[in-house]
Each structure stands twice: as structure tokens, then as C-alpha cells.
């Protein structure tokens, strides 16, 4: 095949990835002592998709401490990624880096939704500081106003944020 025609399998391939994140899936059946069965799915993906260089996937089933569900899952090839401007990623990388923020949205995930319970929460700081944390994670796309007074973090966002907290923990 091509290049070019391996360039538009790719590109189909991926349209068809970026489709199904987001559905809902059974985890695949496994042997207890694979612990790398979601590494051997993503190889397998990627052998499909002629990716020579690898990717990356990030995947999860989540149920918050305030009831929501989210299943959700994401995946770009090695070089897609390598090529991209991260530089675009600044603002949102930047939204996270004040541990008043990481609580606000640990808060927010757990089910207190309003800047006034949020004010209650010892060691926010003032009902102005936690509006301008607000409005910074809302900047970097990891909140929404739900509704008048209200705060969400973005259904599409869950997981990749609790990705974001696991792997900084590493």
C-alpha cells in the first residue's frame, strides 16, 4: 500500500476510534495473571492501524462520590501526538497547578456544586479567591456553569482528569 493510501486508512481508522469514545463496553475477558490486557488491546489497535511508532490510550469507568457515571476513553497515535503544538496545552495544564483547584474540583466531583458551598470548605480562601479559581478552571475547560450559580466539571473531562491525578501520583 502507499503512502497515501496508508495515510487514508490511518485517518479512517482514527475517525472510527474517536467515534467510539464513550461507549459503553463490557471489559474484555482476561487471565488473572495478564495484568497488561488493556496494553495488549492498544497494540492490537495499532497493528491495525499500521502505527509503527505506538500511542496512547486512556480509558475509564467511573462512578463519582456524588452518583454520576462516566465511561469514557481516548487514544492518539505516537506521532499525532509528538507532532501537535503542546504549547496549546498550557492553559489547561496551568488551571490545575493550584492545590486550592484540585480541591475545588475533587469538591465539585463529589456533589458540592455552588460557589456557596464551596465557600464553606476550610482553606479556599474568600468567596473572591474561589471565583477567580473558578473562573480559571472553567478557562481551561475543566468546569462549566451547569446552571445559574452551579459548576460542573465536563462529562468528557472526568476521566481524563482522574487520569491527569493518577499519573501525577506515579
Known amino acids: 500500500m502507499d503512502l497515501e493510501g496508508r495515510v ?34 492498544l497494540k492490537a489497535q495499532l497493528a491495525e492501524l499500521g502505527a509503527e511508532n505506538g500511542g496512547v490510550l486512556f480509558t475509564g469507568a467511573v462512578r463519582t462520590p456524588a452518583g454520576q457515571r462516566y465511561e469514557w476513553q ?3 497515535v505516537t506521532d499525532t501526538v509528538l507532532d501537535a503544538d503542546w504549547t496549546a496545552a498550557a492553559e489547561s495544564f496551568a488551571a490545575l497547578g493550584q492545590p486550592v483547584r484540585l480541591t ?22 474568600t468567596s473572591g479567591q474561589i471565583y477567580h479559581h473558578l ?7 475543566w468546569l ?11 462529562a468528557d ?3 481524563p482528569l482522574l487520569v491527569m491525578i493518577t499519573a501525577a501520583g506515579r
Open 74 to 76: 481516548y487514544g492518539q
Open 104 to 125: 475545588l474540583l475533587r469538591e465539585i466531583l463529589g456533589g458540592r456544586c455552588t460557589a456557596a458551598e464551596l465557600t464553606e470548605l476550610e482553606g479556599t480562601g
Open 135 to 141: 473562573r480559571q478552571l472553567t478557562a481551561g475547560g
Open 8 to 41: 487514508a486508512e490511518l485517518e479512517r481508522r482514527l475517525a472510527a476510534l474517536e467515534q467510539s469514545a464513550g461507549r459503553t463496553t463490557s471489559p474484555p475477558e482476561r487471565e488473572s495473571d495478564d495484568a497488561l490486557w488493556a496494553l495488549g488491546g
Open 144 to 154: 462549566r456553569t451547569a446552571t445559574r450559580g452551579r459548576y460542573e466539571v465536563p
Open 157 to 159: 473531562r472526568v476521566v
